[in-house]
């Protein structure tokens, strides 16, 4: 059983920064792929960035390149996911989820079906 808590949403400008945070319990973290996902109100349930079990291959979502920026670290089991230059359609629910099979997997696991474990959700409200 993995848990997932995540941390940082918040109340921001167009144009600031968030930082979120997402810590795992498991004593495998380092082979699970991670990925943080959002949904907004009345909208699809939607992948940000996901990252891939080794660390080094990284996949973000069209909306979101050059802008966010998905790390993890093994020593501390958590994967954090840096928002630059908000906008006010980034304005969602952001979850944390875990892909336990990943290793199984080449590179970043893309879509939500391949995560078996998520977090509790975090609000981002991006203010124009």
């Known amino acids: 059983q993995v848990q997932l808590v995540e941390s940082g949403g918040g109340l921001v400008q167009a144009g600031g920064s968030l930082r979120l945070s997402c810590a795992a319990s498991?004593?495998?973290?380092?082979?699970?792929?991670l990925g943080w996902f959002r949904q907004a109100p009345g909208k699809e349930r939607e992948i940000v960035a996901a990252?891939?079990?080794?660390?080094?291959?990284?996949y973000y979502g069209d909306s979101v390149k050059g802008r966010f920026t998905i790390s993890r670290d093994n020593a501390k089991n958590t994967v954090t996911l840096q928002m630059n230059s908000l906008q006010y359609d980034d304005t969602a629910v952001y979850y944390c989820a875990a892909d336990t099979n990943s290793i199984y997997r080449f590179g970043p696991s893309t879509t939500a079906n391949l995560y078996d474990y998520w977090g509790q959700g975090t609000q981002v409200t991006v203010s124009s």
């Open positions: 498991g004593s495998t973290f380092s082979t699970y792929g």
């Open positions: 990252i891939a079990w080794g660390g080094g291959r990284t």
